[in-house]
């Protein structure tokens, strides 16, 4: 569950994102896919995730002993690895659903799509 402060900080990147469309067109007039620009979002919510939650790295195993043991050990390693990514990502598809909310419904307001080519839709 996302707190107050958190959507709070997503609404600051929101904005900097659409501040960011706005300079982009400005600047140069070329549009920006709307693919290129859902998967930034998608990589600024996992930043985010990771930044939120601080995930703890579990301790890589001691590679000492009978060979099967150290391959179990790994193996348990990378599930717990693999475990915590997808909990980032669930943390993190949470945000992006909050920050494009924030950013296209924004982007409509400010008329982003109308008045410059700032978003191909």
Same mark, same amino acid.
């Given at each position: 569950?996302?707190?107050?402060? %958190? ?5 600051f990147?929101?904005t900097?994102?659409? $501040?960011?469309?706005?300079? $982009?067109?400005?600047?140069?007039? %070329? ?6 620009l859902k $998967? ?22 001691? #590679?000492?002993?009978?060979?099967g ?8 390693w ?11 990502l ?6 992006? %659903? ?5 950013? #296209? ?6 008329? #982003? +799509?109308?008045?410059?080519?700032? +978003?191909?839709?």
């Open positions: 569950m996302l707190t107050e402060l %958190q959507i709070a900080l997503i609404g990147v929101a900097g994102v659409l $501040w960011a469309m706005k300079m $982009w067109a400005a600047g140069g007039g %070329q549009e920006i896919p709307s693919v290129v $998967w930034i979002l998608f990589v600024i919510s996992v930043v985010m995730s990771i930044v939120f939650a601080l995930p703890i790295l579990p301790a890589f195993p001691v #590679l000492v002993g009978d060979p043991a150290i391959a179990n050990l790994v193996i348990v990378l599930g717990a690895i693999l475990s915590m990514g997808a909990t980032a669930g943390f993190a598809t949470a945000i992006y %659903q909050v920050l494009t909310k924030g950013v #296209l419904a924004n982007a409509v307001k400010r008329r #982003l +799509f109308a008045s410059t080519p700032a +978003f191909k839709k």
